[in-house]
Every structure is written in C-alpha cells, then in structure tokens.
C-alpha cells in the first residue's frame, strides 16, 4: 500500500461497529435508508482517515448475528470506477450485498430486541483473532461500537455482564450509541469497559453524534468536552423474569438474582432454608 511512513504512534485503529438491524427498522422506510447511509458513510470515514485504519461490521437483528465486513468471499479490491478510493466503493458494495441476504422477507417477529450480545461476542473474538495473527501477541489498538435501534428488554442480561467483564479484561472499550430510549443494559456496558454511552433522539442526528462523539480515538477524547455520561442505571435484572429489580434476593452460593423468594436456586441447584417466623427460645424454668 503506498501509505505514507506509519511509525509505531500511528498504528491505526481497528473498530468493529455492531450494527443493530432489528425488522423494526423497515415500520419507516425513509429512516431506515437515513441509518444504513449513515452507518456506511461512517465506516467510510474511519478508513479513509488513516490507511492504517481497519474495519470490521457486523450486524445483528432478532434472529442471528453475522459478518457483514470483511466478507472473505470478496478477497480482492475492484478497480476504481468512479473516482472515488477503491476500497470505500468495495466496502460499501459488501455491505449492500450481505445486508440484502440478512434481511427477512417476513416481517413477523416476536422478539423485540436484537442478538446484540451474540454480535458482541463475535466482535470479542475477532478482536483476538486479529490480535494473535498480528504475530508477537502484541496489543492491538482496538475498540467496539455499538448502534442500536430496537428496544431491550434484559432477556440477556448474564449474557451481556459476562461480555462486559471479558471486555474490561481484554481492555477493550465498548461505545454505545443508542436511537430512541435509554438502555440502562448498555449504559453500564460503556462504564465497565470505559467506553462511551451516548443516547440519540432521532436518525436524523446520528450522523452527527458519530462523527462528534465516537469518530475521535481514546487519546483526543481525553482532551474534548464530550456530553457528560451521567447516573448510570446499575439495576440487575431478576433471573426468574428478566426484568430490572431495584431490590431482590439474591443466591448466596453463585449471586444469581431472583425478585421473589425461591426455594431453589435454578443457576446452581442451591436449596435455600425454608423461611422460618422468628421464634423467641422457650423461658427456661429455673428449678431449685
Ligand atoms: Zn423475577
Ligand atoms: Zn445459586
């Protein structure tokens, strides 16, 4: 590649975007165009600011998660047809293409939230992957962003805390955009990775918050007023419904969290002593 000379400084980064594409989105066609453009143009962006830059897209909706960037079926880079660098064109082309196989033709769904913990999975592991086939097990400058559209409803919670603790200890930090309403489930995923939490009002604004908030690397973030976080909603949620609890009971063998009380822990098979009303011990009589 005829970059110019890359030191040691300027590695590069490789951000893996996790791309919500829940069928809620195509409720509004016009919005749905507005947000892949957007998502697109942004990937864009990031590889064309530095030639050290790499990528990687995958999206999730509420059945699967899988690759849509790179495709290793599209191994080589098309010539330049219209002016424009050849690899944006290829990336633009590999997205249209894979999201066209991942889209349903039904648009009948019961699960109002998307395989994103399943995605981020994927993105946990080709981060390694990268990292070990870089040779020398070296540390890849590396973060995970995550776009997400559809609602939560915390079905996945263990799954989600497990990744954000596999996060913090790869020291990977995973931003979180989210369209629409709070998700109290990936607030606290930015906390515990040290990643960015920021939520968007509308499609409209996306582009915006992309390019404002998540486009810069951890080093210029720490010199930028970035929006403040703000009180991070660190509810659990019950393992028996999976819904956020304030208050609840939880396992004293493997912290499992039920809102009622159980007799029987379902995580670790753990019996619990039935509740018994406290009893004052009998008096004893005094015998002379
Ligand atoms: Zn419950
Ligand atoms: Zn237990």
Redesign the pocket.
């Known amino acids: 590649m005829a970059s110019t000379s890359a030191s040691d400084s300027e590695e590069g980064c490789l951000l893996v975007i996790i791309l919500d594409v829940h069928p809620c989105l195509a409720s509004n066609e016009g919005e749905a165009e507005v947000y892949l453009n957007t998502v697109t143009a942004f990937a864009n962006l990031h590889l064309a600011s530095s030639g050290a830059n790499r990528l990687a897209i995958i999206a999730a909706n509420h059945a699967q998660s899988c690759y849509l960037y790179p495709d290793q079926s599209h191994e080589e880079v098309e010539r330049q047809i219209d002016g424009r660098l050849e690899l944006l064109s290829h990336v633009d082309k590999i997205l249209h293409e894979n999201l066209k196989k991942m889209m349903v033709t039904t648009t009948i769904f019961t699960q109002s939230e998307s395989l994103i913990v399943g995605a981020l999975g994927r993105a946990l592991t080709y981060v390694r992957r990268i990292e070990s086939e870089d040779g020398l097990n070296k540390k890849i400058n590396a973060r995970i962003l995550v776009i997400k559209v559809s609602t939560d409803a915390g079905g996945q919670y263990l799954n989600y805390v497990n990744m954000y603790l596999t996060a913090q200890k790869m020291r990977l930090p995973v931003d979180m955009c989210v369209i629409g309403s709070d998700c109290g489930l990936l607030q606290q995923g930015a906390d515990i990775t040290g990643g960015l939490y920021y939520k968007v009002n509308s499609v409209d604004k996306l582009m915006q918050s992309l390019m404002m908030i998540f486009m810069p690397n951890l080093d210029s973030r720490r010199r930028l007023a970035l929006p403040p976080s703000g009180s991070v909603d660190y509810r659990a949620a019950c393992f028996c419904h999976r819904s956020l609890v304030d208050m609840a009971h939880v396992?004293s063998?493997?912290l499992?969290v039920y809102c009622k009380a159980v007799p029987l822990?379902s995580?670790?098979n753990?019996l619990f002593g039935m509740e018994m009303p406290i009893r004052k011990p009998p008096k004893k009589k005094k015998n002379d």
Do not use: G
Request: proline fraction near 0%.
């Open positions: 396992c063998n493997c499992s822990c995580t670790c753990a």
